[in-house]
């Protein structure tokens, strides 16, 4: 099994290297190699199905079970705890589990499991005695490691088939692209049944040997404490982590000072929170794309070519292209749909041929839905989501240029824009915001300062304020959650009138 066979290698190679601290303990690797096959042993008695599900804070635990389950050759279900009751039942339903590694905090704080489900909880296992020796077991390329249920940004969520070499070839393509080794240490503190999670804040360091470091919770000043601590040469984060770091308090450039990358993923990083990182910090974060379909990482900045919003050139073996909606293929500096093929796509959606046949052409290239373009030296741009574009009096319009302009003004801490609609003009932009703590809201001037930078228009319809825009688990925004009918903090007074 290629995706286990170098993480084996290095664990039994290097048995008393510390490779992860988490937030109870320090683990060796003899350590997580004997957790892994000790759990192996209470699967194999637990169930005799080829899916075995995996719900766990993001800590040591979560690769002793991944690893356990890859021993019997079965197929992983890493399951997002923070999805609702319902939603969960359905993914262990359609995934057909009937035992779930967790432990029992988890159980408690996030709600009960099926009654149909046989709970393996690794905080009640005694994992004393030498464990039954087992051979890493031959899977070919095509076989199913892992089933990632995408958080259901559109109806039900979506298992995304992940094989043995998507996962291999994904790990390998950060490894070459980035050149990471053994002597680098990771932070990590995005959930691990998260694709970014579970490439290169689990798969990645475990292979090349390298230390990581997990937390289960992002807070700013732990963050802080750990860089220091453990002389951190990487971070992986979401652009509301970065944007949570830069206004940290106690945050000086010597906390920076041993990183070798930082990196943003997931969302596009707003231009304010990047400027403001180099300005306090003297450092760049770069921007890297990818999405669980794509195991996840396509593409990845590095330092040395470094430019403001791009997201960098493909990884080594990916190949991607622009097309128009006819699929015609578009050159430098045009806006089209980001389709993208390599050995690192999926092999389809679980039990949905239908949804699978829409996003995989003849071709290979999965079409991811984000619209993008390339410039002339092959940096990739993304400029928004073909469901999210807008048509005002006939004009296509991004959300993400209206939020890049509502979040560079100071009282704004984030925004998300969606559609409205107008019968005059098909579409309105309909605005919502999270303000900067103890920022007053002057819809004036915000209104205003979206004038200055924004064609009429793109400008807001109307603008309401939230105390916390809808996120998904990884602070994603969920615009799908957001509509008319949301009410905001300044709901009363009446819309703009189209003349605005």
């Known amino acids: 099994m290629r995706v286990l066979k170098p993480i084996l290698r ?20 003899y350590e997580l190699y004997l957790a892994a096959l000790h759990l192996a042993t209470a699967i194999d008695e637990a169930t005799d199905r080829a899916h075995i599900g995996v719900m766990l804070p993001t800590s040591g635990l979560f690769p002793a079970a991944l690893i356990a389950g890859w021993l019997l050759g079965k197929t992983v279900v890493p399951l997002n705890y923070l999805l609702k009751n319902e939603d969960l039942a359905y993914v262990i339903d359609n995934a057909e589990l ?62 995304v088939m992940l094989t043995v070499e998507n996962l291999a070839s994904n790990v390998e393509q950060c490894v070459e692209w980035a050149d990471f080794d053994s002597r680098d240490t990771l932070v990590g503190v995005l959930p691990q049944f998260h694709s970014f999670g579970l490439t290169v804040l689990t798969l990645l360091p475990l292979s090349v040997g390298c230390k990581v470091v997990y937390t289960a919770r992002f807070a700013p000043k732990r963050m ?37 990358f930082l990196v943003s993923g997931g969302e596009p990083l707003p231009e304010g929170v990047a400027n403001g990182f180099f300005e306090r910090f003297g450092v760049r974060i770069n921007e890297g794309y990818g999405l669980t379909e794509t195991s996840p990482v396509s593409n990845m900045c590095l330092l040395k070519d470094y430019k403001p919003r791009s ?39 679980y039990k949905l041929p239908e949804e699978t046949a829409r996003v995989l052409d003849t071709d290979g290239f999965f079409h991811t839905g984000d619209m993008g373009r390339f410039d002339d030296d092959g940096h990739l741009y993304i400029t928004g989501r073909f469901k999210e574009m807008l048509i005002i009096g006939g004009e296509n319009v991004f959300p993400r240029e209206i939020e890049e302009v509502l979040n560079a003004h100071p009282a704004v801490s984030d925004s998300a824009v969606i559609g409205m ?7 309105v932009a309909l605005a919502f915001i999270e303000l900067v703590d103890d920022a007053a809201f002057d819809e004036t001037e915000l209104r205003s300062h979206c004038r200055e930078h924004l064609a009429q228009y793109k400008v807001p319809r109307d603008i309401r304020v939230l105390d916390a825009l809808p996120r998904n688990p990884t602070g994603k925004i969920m615009r799908r959650e957001l509509n008319s009918e949301t009410l905001g903090k300044n709901t009363s007074r009446q819309p703009a009138s189209p003349s605005e």
Not at 124 to 148: N, Q, S, Y
Not at 421 to 427: L, T, V
């Open 10 to 29: 290095q664990l039994l190679w290097h048995p008393f290297r510390p490779i992860i601290t988490d937030d109870q303990r320090t683990w060796k690797s």
């Open 98 to 159: 009937d035992a779930v590694v967790t432990v029992k905090p988890m159980v408690e704080h996030f709600g009960p499991l099926p009654e149909s489900v046989t709970q393996l909880r690794m905080d009640e296992m005694a994992f004393r005695g030498l464990p039954r020796f087992r051979r890493c077991p031959k899977k070919a390329g095509d076989d199913i490691a892992v089933l990632l249920y995408t958080s259901g940004t559109s109806g039900r969520p979506k298992g």
């Open 224 to 260: 802080l404490d750990l860089f220091k601590k453990h002389s951190v040469s990487a971070l992986i984060a979401i652009p509301s982590m970065y944007n949570a770091l830069l206004h940290a308090k106690s945050a000086t450039p010597e906390h920076f000072e041993t990183f070798r």
């Open 311 to 349: 997201v960098g050139q493909p990884l080594p073996r990916v190949q991607e292209k622009i097309i128009d909606t006819e699929g015609n293929s578009l050159g430098p500096n045009q806006d089209g749909e980001v389709c993208i093929a390599g050995p690192n796509v999926m092999a389809g959606y």
């Open 421 to 427: 609609q107008d019968e005059s003009r098909g579409e």
